[in-house]
């Protein structure tokens, strides 16, 4: 479990400070809020908000797992990874790992989506179509947050499976080394 306050988080308010109240009228439903109508969606609709890779890398990988030693998940696995291959020849897919690797304890598939039309696309899918596998949904910001993004920003989809945290408390010191034999060595 992730420290909650071990991470910084901007007001959700901010840019819509100093607005008028909103009005406690109710729709027809008697249950939910009328919103102020200003015709203009969110541009979020259209793009992942900062700082979200908006590049290359995606701005979200979906680790899908399957237990290796258990044949029915392998085969169930191996069956939804053809099919989301089919189905959403779009997004990038990975291969299909018959074992635990980087912090990711059990054997996994993944898949980087790149829009929030591809998201609103596959979660559901995905939701409706995993069958008893779990699949990690985390967004994709910049290296030095990579373990911030596979924890206190990170979805699940079934059950929650640890992950080997140690292996981003490795790959920080690793960059740091690199940088410091950088600075030694005259780099910067």
């Excluded at 819509?16 to 939910?32: C, I």
Aim: glycine share 6%.
């Amino acid at each position: 479990m992730t420290d909650q306050f071990a991470f910084s988080y901007p007001s959700p308010l901010e840019g819509y400070e100093n607005l008028e109240p909103l009005s406690d009228e109710r729709d027809d439903d008697g249950k939910s809020f009328k919103n102020p109508q200003h015709g203009i969606l969110s541009k979020s609709y259209e793009e992942f908000p900062d700082p979200l890779c908006k590049g290359r890398r995606g701005g979200f990988d979906i680790h899908i797992y399957h237990y290796q030693t258990n044949p029915d998940q392998v085969a169930y696995a191996k069956a939804l990874w053809e099919r989301i291959r089919r189905e959403f020849p779009e997004l990038r897919i990975y291969a299909f790992f018959d074992k635990p690797i980087g912090p990711h304890p059990v054997a996994m598939f993944e898949v980087n989506l790149f829009t929030p039309a591809q998201f609103g696309a596959f979660i559901p899918w995905l939701v409706i179509n995993r069958g008893p596998l779990s699949a990690l949904v985390h967004p994709n910001t910049t290296e030095d947050e990579e373990e911030r993004n596979h924890t206190q920003r990170a979805t699940w989809l079934g059950d929650r499976i640890p992950l080997d945290l140690r292996v981003f408390k490795l790959m920080k010191e690793k960059a740091k080394r690199e940088e410091e034999e950088k600075v030694e060595g005259g780099g910067l």
